[in-house]
């Protein structure tokens, strides 16, 4: 079962390229190969997509993050921690960029439709909700994040805790914020730099 639902972050590490954003939003419904099924420049965003998972799979504050709620949150924290994030990045988005959050947003939304048809059909089912609640954007709000995250509990396949993922941001809060405040500069960076190399490398099988 697919439960990564960080797309705020990774949307907005897609920069500016329309087939990157397109990629990196469809990545976790293409499976292996089948990324070159599509245009070069949507593979580019799904092989970014990937890299952003496993940078930040590895990355020591995120580790930091899930000992910190692993005993309850156990095989779901890395889940906990994408969501957290996308928090963070929404509620605090005016120190990441010069176009408002909603703008944003929207403007997702329309490069989305105006390519519904390239889009996976597991995709294409998921657009709608997203739309409708605006989570993209909603993340922000920890009522609709805990709304979320009890969605989710309900969705699992096995046992877990996340109706009480909130509580557990809500009681380390700032250590989180802080966590997110260093490593967010440093995705950043190290995204743009495998841009080039994607780039560089003509997205080489």
Request: with cysteine; net charge positive.
């Amino acid at each position: 079962m697919q439960l990564n639902m960080n797309y705020l972050a990774h949307l907005y590490l897609s920069g500016k390229d329309n087939d990157i954003k397109i990629g990196n939003f469809i990545a976790d419904h293409v499976k292996g190969k089948n990324v070159y099924n599509f245009a070069e420049g949507i593979q580019c965003g799904i092989k970014l997509h990937r890299f952003i998972d496993e940078y930040t799979d590895q990355h020591r504050l995120v580790h930091q993050g899930i000992a910190r709620i692993k005993p309850r949150q156990g095989r779901y924290s890395g889940v906990v921690i994408d969501m957290y994030y996308d928090h963070f990045l929404a509620s605090n988005w005016k120190d990441y960029s010069g176009i408002p959050l909603t703008d944003f947003t929207t403007e997702t939304y329309l490069l989305l439709l105006r390519n519904f048809f390239k889009l996976p059909g597991r995709t294409k089912i998921l657009l709608p909700f997203i739309m409708k609640r605006d989570w993209l954007a909603s993340y922000g709000d920890l009522n609709f994040l805990d709304r979320a995250f009890h969605g989710l509990s309900r969705r699992t396949p096995y046992y877990s805790q996340l109706s009480g993922a909130v509580d557990d941001l809500a009681l380390h809060y700032y250590d989180f914020k802080k966590e997110f405040e260093q490593f967010f500069p440093e995705i950043i960076q190290s995204v743009q730099e495998k841009k080039k190399e994607l780039h560089t490398s003509g997205l080489s099988r």
